[in-house]
């Protein structure tokens, strides 16, 4: 008999999910008859298998790109965080891991491809009262969830947490300053000289055209290229605004296309607390994306003389 005759081929279905893998197909392709091979050699086999999807898949965070998260919301109508802190929130468009990080800044974004700076050019330039604030994932979420963030002064969030990166040059206790005059905020992975775009959202106030490094504003700011679609600006009567729930469902562009849709949303121009109850975050609403062909995947496995060697291998990518 060939060995190929001799080869036990099991196929089963596991519809076991490993983080973002889900695996519905397991060949394993022993060269040896299954009574020639070891069952403490499988049983090993397994365990690592197991330890390995779990550390590879579970233990770093997940990279996003631009599109991958949506703003849902915010307050700028604060009183110094005695009742209400400034608040910011945003839907996840894409299913992170654990450890995952975003940072929120509201630096401006200048013509040069650069975010402003606090004293630039000397004295009395550039940005003073913006700051920056990192949120972290603490368990596994999914596309839908959304997150909202005190983001002023008390640096708590409905999920995760939330970390003080750089406080306003004013006041080195205020960090993500919402400014209900004009202003804008920028999610990011990477690091404010070389960021990864994730959105953006400006704040009753257009898009500038163009904005010096120099030029003392704090509420001024150019949208990034790579955000030329997705930046939405809010420029009337938006102290306090929220995504209207009108579209809840659907899959990752439409529910991307309805959050960045300036005319899905409402608008507040409360400028002090107590901020209206509809206008509280997070927004009201569930999203839920639709379900989507799932990747299959194929994991081989060969034993031969107690040598186990695992490749993995991506079938019908979507």
């Known amino acids: 008999m060939s060995s190929k005759t001799n080869s036990d081929l099991i196929q089963r279905k596991l519809n076991k999910k490993f983080t973002f893998f889900t ?5 394993i392709d022993f060269t040896k008859k299954p ?23 579970s233990s770093a965070q997940t990279l996003l790109q631009a599109g991958d998260i949506s703003f849902s919301g915010y307050i700028t109508a604060d009183d110094n965080n005695v009742t209400q802190d400034d608040v910011i929130s945003f839907v996840l468009l894409k299913d992170i891991d654990v450890n995952t990080v975003i940072n929120f800044t509201d630096f401006g974004w200048t013509d040069a ?6 004293e630039a050019c000397g004295a009395s330039t550039g940005a003073l009262s913006d700051g920056i604030i990192q949120w972290q994932s603490t368990t596994v979420l ?31 206790n205020v960090y993500v300053n919402l400014n209900g005059n004009g202003d804008q905020v920028f999610a990011y992975q990477g690091t404010l000289t070389a960021p ?6 400006s704040i ?67 400028s002090l607390p107590p901020v209206p109850s509809n206008f509280q975050l997070p927004v009201p609403c569930t999203f839920a994306q639709t379900p989507v062909t799932i990747q299959r995947y194929l994991l081989f ?18």
Do not use: H
């Open 23 to 27: 695996i519905f197909a397991v060949q």
């Open 35 to 57: 009574s020639e091979i070891k069952p403490k050699l499988i049983s090993k086999f397994f365990l690592l298998l197991t330890i390995l999807f779990s550390t590879t898949f």
């Open 113 to 118: 491809n650069t975010f402003q700076t606090p």
């Open 142 to 172: 999914y596309c839908g969830t959304q997150i909202s963030i005190n983001c002023r002064k008390a640096l708590t969030a409905n999920l995760g947490t939330v970390t003080a990166i750089q406080g306003t040059f004013n006041n080195s």
């Open 196 to 201: 990864e775009f994730l959105a953006a959202i």
């Open 204 to 270: 009753n106030r257009t898009w500038d055209l163009v904005l010096d490094s120099c030029e003392l504003t704090s509420f001024k700011s150019t949208l990034p290229a790579t955000l030329s679609t997705l930046g939405l600006a809010l420029s009337t009567g938006a102290n306090n605004a929220q995504y209207n729930c009108s579209i809840t469902t659907g899959d990752t562009l439409s529910l991307l296309t309805a959050l960045t849709d300036g005319l899905n949303w409402n608008l507040d121009t409360t």
């Open 301 to 318: 496995v060969n034993a031969i003389e107690g040598l186990v060697t695992v490749n993995v291998s991506l079938l019908n990518p979507v």
